[in-house]
């Protein structure tokens, strides 16, 4: 069974760093486009930043030049460096990863999310 497992989130201070790390594991065949998204209360979930298995990236323009993502195939993991940080990043963070299991058709899996808050 597949499952995404997030980490790294917690409290900081207004111009500080944080980095979220996301693990899939699994009977896992294809890996393809990894994200991640965030939701604060009140808020509908919104795309914070996606890459592509050829490390193709987008990103949201409101973290745009802040926020980087990267990935590692072979160990199946993505990860969000978040720098300069401000109160309007907190949200709970969920990752996101499209998935093929072997005989099976790809599917969307997401993660338990992690709380990110940015407060002094």
């Known amino acids: 069974q597949v499952q995404l497992v997030e980490s790294g989130g917690g409290l900081v201070q207004p111009g500080g760093s944080l980095r979220l790390s996301c693990a899939a594991s699994g009977n896992i065949f294809v890996l393809g486009v990894l994200g991640w998204y965030r939701q604060a209360p009140g808020k509908e979930r919104e795309l914070v930043a996606t890459?592509?298995?050829?490390?193709?990236?987008v990103y949201a323009d409101s973290i745009k030049g802040r926020f980087s993502i990267s990935r590692d195939n072979a160990k199946k993991w993505v990860d969000l460096q978040m720098n300069s940080l401000k109160p309007e990043d907190t949200a709970v963070y969920y990752c996101?990863?499209?998935?093929?299991?072997?005989?099976?058709?790809?599917?969307?899996?997401w993660g338990q999310g992690t709380q990110v808050t940015v407060s002094s």
């Open positions: 996101c990863a499209e998935i093929q299991e072997l005989g099976s058709r790809r599917t969307y899996y």
């Open positions: 890459i592509t298995a050829n490390k193709i990236t």
